[in-house]
């Protein structure tokens, strides 16, 4: 361990259970040695494991519903209250699609569904933000992240309305941050995480081929959770004060590929003839 956020206070919201990404990076920041609130819905809270992390972190538990603002507010002035004074580090671990969870298609959904989805996965982002600038919460040279996917910015079919929800996500990293830098000297910063094996993971459909699909596409192969937790941590270290309104892919190299050797043999396969087929008509196209 190298003391990186000794000192440094922090909240984190979204750790559920062990699986969870939150979870890691509470495990990692109390080894940097920082102290922090750990924060969840009332639901998670009684459904999830957190009391047993937050007793291995020292660490206390503000229950808050992320698309409550009065449950923001107290969660920042406990927070503060706890903790004796301003917070250097944040991290936005939220999110929940009920249209992924009731199995409705992205062409047909029910958008009661995706405005929930919306205010939880992506409004929430905003809204806290909102709280730590109004309540000048946040000390100077602090980091703010969220975490991201990146069916922000191309086409995952069964992402659904997530992909949505993270664009917006992504989108107020760059806009709230410019307002969060220039008044606050605050960094802002979403991380574009690889597939990742937790509850809010496996609620996707197909994950599993999406999870191999990656492994195989990414030169270093995916990310895991642990290994998220370590980069969230340098973003809440000294060490990248200059870093922010960036989305940053952490997933092994998969945002930059087109494809990867791997992938081409699995597909070549079972596809070998009809490839020829193909490469046939393509070239009669040309023709015609
Ligand atoms: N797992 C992946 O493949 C993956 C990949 C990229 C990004 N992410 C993102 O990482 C973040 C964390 O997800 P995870 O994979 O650790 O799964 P997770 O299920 O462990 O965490 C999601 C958390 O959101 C919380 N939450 C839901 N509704 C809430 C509300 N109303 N108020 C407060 N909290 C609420 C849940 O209680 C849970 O703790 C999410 O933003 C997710 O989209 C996940």
Not at 47 to 75: H, P, R, V, W, Y
Not at 154 to 163: G, I, L, S, T
């Amino acid at each position: 361990m190298y003391n990186l956020l000794k000192g440094k206070k922090g909240i984190i919201l979204g750790a559920l259970d062990s699986k969870s990404i939150a979870w890691k990076v509470a495990e990692r920041a109390h080894e940097e040695g920082a102290i922090f609130v750990l924060s969840n819905a009332p639901v998670a809270l009684r459904l999830g494991t957190i009391a047993e992390l937050a007793e291995k972190t020292g660490s206390e538990i503000i229950a808050a519903d992320a698309t409550s603002i009065m449950d923001l507010e107290d969660l920042v002035d406990g927070a503060m209250k706890i903790l004796g004074g301003k917070i250097d580090f944040v991290l936005h671990s939220i999110g929940m699609s009920v249209n992924v969870r009731r199995g409705n298609h992205y062409t047909h959904q029910d958008y009661n569904f995706t405005k929930t989805g919306f205010d939880v996965s992506a409004l929430s982002f905003h809204r806290l933000m909102s709280v730590l600038y109004q309540r000048d919460a946040m000390n100077e040279w602090g980091s703010v992240v969220a975490l991201s996917y990146m069916a922000a910015q191309r086409v995952f079919p069964d992402y659904n309305d997530m992909a949505d929800n993270k664009a917006y996500l992504e989108s107020v990293a760059r806009s709230f941050g410019y307002f969060f830098g220039r008044d606050k000297k605050v960094r802002v910063n979403t991380i574009s995480q690889s597939p990742t094996p937790t509850t809010a993971g496996n609620g996707v459909k197909g994950f599993d081929g999406f999870i191999a699909y990656a492994e195989k596409m990414s030169p270093l192969g995916n990310a895991t959770a642990l290994e998220c937790a370590d980069y969230t941590i340098s973003l809440f270290s000294d060490l990248t004060k200059k870093v922010t309104l960036q989305n940053l892919f952490h997933d092994g190299g998969f945002s930059n590929m087109g494809v990867s050797t791997a992938i081409m043999e699995d597909f070549m396969k079972d596809f070998q003839p009809e490839a020829k087929e193909i490469v046939e008509e393509t070239k009669d196209k040309d023709k015609k």
